[in-house]
């Protein structure tokens, strides 16, 4: 990768004016490639994402500053559609040289101490893709749903409820409260005289 370049759409980038001088600084864009995420496929990345990178040399090391929003498609967690969302995602990632690296305590790397992870510098480069990864799945909301009302699958046919009503029959509860059933049925009933 030449110098010159930007952030490639995978997220890597030629730090190698950076790494060894303090204080010098870069901005760019990044366009993360569209497509499934790479290390976590149920989630697709959607085209035409934007996203600001600072990066600053730290002398033997870099920060990048990220920030934007992205936008991603995970499959609905009730009828398997295609349920889009917009995740703001802002993080700071720290990269130093391998020896600088190997040397690092481990609370240190993994960001126990102030907060940000450090990964290692590679080929006079930098992946931003595995902490944009995280910061995703971080911001991600808990459920992932197509609409707010999805009424999911049919649990006995798994046909989409959200396109109408199933033939099958549901009356019959969870079996491990049956026992409890049972009892309400012995019980008298309270409108009787």
């Not at 993360?32 to 040399?57: D, H, Q, S, T, W």
């Not at 450090?118 to 799945?137: K, N, Q, V």
């Amino acid at each position: 990768m030449r110098p010159d370049m930007g952030v490639t759409p995978e997220g890597v980038v030629d730090v190698r004016e950076l790494e060894a001088t303090r204080g010098a600084e870069r901005a760019l864009t990044w366009s993360p490639r569209a497509g499934v995420a790479r290390g976590y496929e149920p989630m697709r990345i959607e085209p035409g994402n934007e996203l600001a990178v600072r990066l600053v040399g730290l002398g033997g090391s870099v920060e990048a500053q990220v920030s934007g929003v992205v936008r991603v498609v995970f499959p609905c967690d009730r009828c398997l559609e295609p349920a889009e969302s917009a995740l703001r995602v802002r993080f700071t990632e720290r990269f130093a040289e391998p020896d600088v690296f190997a040397r690092m305590p481990a609370p240190v790397r993994e960001g126990e101490e102030d907060g940000v992870t450090w990964s290692p510098i590679e080929d006079h480069a930098i992946d931003l893709f595995p902490a944009l990864l995280r910061s995703l799945l971080l911001a991600a909301p808990a459920k992932h749903l197509c609409r707010p009302g999805c009424l999911g699958l049919c649990p006995v046919c798994g046909k989409d409820l959200n396109e109408g009503p199933c033939a099958c029959r549901r009356e019959r509860g969870d079996p491990r409260l049956e026992a409890l059933a049972d009892v309400l049925r012995d019980l008298p009933d309270a409108d009787a005289p």
